[in-house]
């Protein structure tokens, strides 16, 4: 790590880590310098689902959830940045504290629960940046108190079909209670119909992707496999 890296991971850790997160996103926002010039090198390039990444590193959701900033981190030559999770509407996520660090395994543990400003918040910012190059992925959700959690894809994907280079149908956070039993093959059956169909009615149709939870059974994988080959 350089000087300049341990400097910057110093002042960091002055505040809390949902501070920090914040502090980071406004420094990108406002186009403040935090690193080299990105390199290219076409070894790297990966090409899935008619998507030619640039390099196989990109941002996933979680970090940038409003669309804030997926070009700057694009110009920090991530190959991808997904922005999310977005929720129809905006919701302001489990109490604080809710990110902790682990200094000595250099890891966090993150509680937020899908905090977001909603939909149209971050329609706006997508849709000024349409026509941009880079790849940039939707991360799309259900808010935690919705009477119609799979209308919410549904909705996600019908909205930001347009503006996503990929859409990812996130049903594996913990923190939203209950949103794992969208994995059941019932369920899950339903969901991916009714989010393709939304994405098949949209101007534009990119490729939808499913995030599902790190710890399911063998048998759990099965059924999932067989819905999304259906």
Do not use: W
Not at 93 to 112: C, E, M, Q, S
Not at 148 to 173: K, M, P
Not at 214 to 220: F, G, R, S
Request: proline residues 6%; contains cysteine.
């Amino acid at each position: 790590m350089s000087v300049l890296d341990r400097l910057g991971q110093k002042l960091l850790f002055a505040f809390d880590p949902e501070t920090a997160h914040g502090l980071s996103i406004a420094a990108l926002r406002c186009g403040v310098p935090v690193g080299a010039p990105a390199i290219r090198d076409h070894r790297l390039t990966v090409s899935i689902c008619g998507l030619d990444f640039p390099n196989p590193l990109g941002m996933a959701a979680g970090y940038d959830k409003n669309a804030e900033v997926p070009d700057a981190l694009l110009g920090l030559g991530f190959g991808f940045a997904e922005v999310g999770t977005i929720t129809p509407l905006a919701q302001a996520g489990n109490p604080k504290p809710r990110i902790f660090r682990l200094t000595a395994d250099d890891a966090v543990i993150n509680r937020l629960g899908f905090n977001n400003e909603g939909h149209a918040a971050a329609e706006k910012r997508l849709a000024a940046r349409k026509g941009r190059g880079g790849i940039v992925g939707v991360n799309i959700g259900a808010n935690k108190d919705s009477s119609d959690r799979i209308g919410d894809y549904e909705r996600g994907a019908a909205r930001f079909a347009q503006y996503a280079s990929y859409l990812t149908v996130n049903i594996s956070s913990p923190n939203t209670p209950g949103l794992r039993n969208m994995q059941a093959r019932e369920q899950l059956g339903e969901l991916l119909s009714r989010v393709m169909a939304a994405r098949a009615a949209a101007t534009a149709q990119p490729p939808v992707f499913l995030k599902i939870a790190p710890d399911l059974v063998e048998a759990e994988l099965e059924d999932i496999a067989a819905e999304v080959t259906e």
